[in-house]
């Protein structure tokens, strides 16, 4: 038996469909083709926003892939899974317009796989800042700040000032596991389970 995207888990689509949009994205901005370049500036200005306050964006990527077990032109069969979907598309906005701001003016892909040899999760990433053995404290400080956010418009902002101190030194997050956290965080006890990762 094969399992189709809709048959996953709304929090699970967010990842394929998360690398679905960034990786021809990411190659066309590396190749400097002018239709990728102008979608990452339009990303990159909703980066820390709510996606209700960045009409620009609206529609600019494919969200489909969220609906996929709905029958076309029906709405959620509950407040629970509209809720849901709301939450989605927020994780997938925030990733998508961080991800954008962290590979402006880069000749490398700044979005890879999270790999248990190489991880690319945010704390790694952050940790990969921090010089040798010691614990850079204002760095440290950001990191917990944006996991106290009381809220995903909070922890927007709060990343956003994180992940252009990864842009210089070239390191690069899975930003597909980011809105699959970013999901989860907005659940009940998703914040402690995204905290520990």
Known sequence: MTTTR??????????????????????????????????LARL??????????????????????????LPPGTRPATQGAETALERAENALHVALTLWALHQQSRREGMHRRDEPARPAGLGAAVRR?????????????????????PDLTALAQRLRDIVPLLRPADIALDYALLAHQLYRWQQTGGREEVRRA
Do not use: C, F
């Open 6 to 39: 809709s048959a996953l888990p709304l929090g699970r689509r967010i990842v394929p469909l998360t690398h679905q949009i960034i990786v021809p994205l990411q190659s066309g901005y590396l190749a400097d083709r002018p239709d990728a370049v102008a979608t």
């Open 44 to 69: 990159r200005r909703g980066a820390g926003k709510r996606p209700e306050d960045v009409p620009d964006l609206w529609g600019l990527v494919d969200t489909g892939a969220l609906y996929d077990d």
């Open 129 to 149: 800042l921090m010089p040798g053995q010691d614990i850079d404290e204002p760095l440290r400080r950001r990191l917990v700040r944006a996991g106290n956010a």
